[in-house]
């Protein structure tokens, strides 16, 4: 007979120490300190850029690589996932919306792949040049009319090529 | 008077093998007033981490190594091994697939996050866990957090008794 599941009381020893009502952070943040914390985010934007940029590199290099058999394809697309992993985590955490949203369709579209075919592998390329269009005009935010219509065609071919 | 959470008490770990990452979640617990942040690159360091210093919830990747997420948090809440099954763990990760989240949700985690992530869902996260803890669940397939968020009133023929 299965075990009977055993409810074990929440543990109090943390919340104990650290809440009290006079000194600390509000547990619903003021608007001053999240203006400050996006400060902070902000601040660190170029040096997440910068790294953007290199796995954007590390990607083009990876598909130069897999196409002239300096790669297997199975290597490239597990590399190529988790950099698109990164640069989908990054992107809108710094401001840059679009560049999540395009780092989350490459992901998708690498996902469960060991294997990329020469089409497949244009769509891919488009998406990592359309990140380094944004990045380049520094497009932050969701862009605008033009910029999204662009990510619901790639959108589009991700689903088509997948 | 409103609660609040003084962040000087509370010790965490950061493990993230992105280095960029790791520092900007130190900058915004820096900016909450916490003293104490440790940073692993690897879970094999977290462990040393947990084992060696007082450490109160721990903030981590999915895309972790040697021991990716899932395995990690399982073995901080049924190794036998573990420093303290029932530390809060707050995970932070941009990998969102629905089999991921719900494979580290049944290992045990506190809180899944999303990267993309912007400040005020993580620190809703960490209002969670620390000024919020849930009730833990010891049964035979899992042990962790209660997994179920909401209690919705149900008085029809199946209600379980008890608590």
């Not at chain 1, 203006?35 to 997440?48: G, I, N, Q």
């Not at chain 1, 040049?129 to 380049?136: E, G, M, Q």
């Amino acid at each position: 007979m299965a075990r009977k599941a055993q409810i074990i009381p929440p543990r109090s020893d943390l919340k104990r120490k650290a809440v009290n009502q006079t000194k600390g952070v509000d547990l619903t943040l003021p608007p001053q300190l999240v203006a400050k914390l996006e400060a902070v985010v902000h601040r660190s934007r170029d040096k997440f850029v910068v790294d953007i940029t290199k796995r954007l590199t590390t990607i083009r290099q990876a598909c130069d690589s897999v196409e002239q058999n300096g790669m297997t394809m199975a290597e490239f697309t597990r590399e190529a996932r988790a950099e698109s992993l990164e640069i989908k985590g990054a992107g809108g955490t710094i401001g840059y919306q679009l560049i999540s949203e395009i780092g989350h369709l490459m992901e998708v579209f690498l996902r469960e792949k060991t294997a990329l075919s020469a089409v497949q592998m244009q769509v891919f390329r488009l998406a990592v040049d359309a990140i380094f269009v944004v990045l380049a005009q520094r497009i932050t935010d969701d862009g605008a009319t033009l910029e999204q219509q662009v990510v619901e065609s790639l959108s589009v071919a991700v689903r088509k090529y997948r | 008077m409103a609660e609040k959470i003084d962040f000087s008490t509370v010790n965490f770990l950061v493990v993230d093998k992105n280095p960029l990452s790791a520092e900007l979640v130190w900058d915004i617990l820096v900016m909450l007033g916490t003293q104490i942040i440790r940073i692993a690159r690897t879970t094999d360091r977290a462990l040393q981490f947990l084992r060696s210093e007082d450490i109160d919830v721990i903030i981590t990747e999915y895309l972790t190594e040697p021991e990716n997420g899932i395995e990690f948090v399982d073995r901080l809440r049924n190794g036998i091994d573990s420093p303290d099954r029932q530390i809060p763990i707050i995970m932070l990760t941009a990998n969102s697939e629905p089999a991921i989240v719900a494979a580290v949700r049944d290992a045990g985690v506190s809180e899944f996050l999303t990267k993309p992530f912007n400040v005020e869902g993580l620190y809703r996260g960490l209002v969670s866990v620390i000024a919020r803890p849930r009730s833990y669940v010891n049964a035979e397939d899992y042990f962790g957090p209660d997994r179920r968020r909401r209690q919705a009133p149900y008085d029809g023929p199946d209600r379980r008794s008890g608590s």
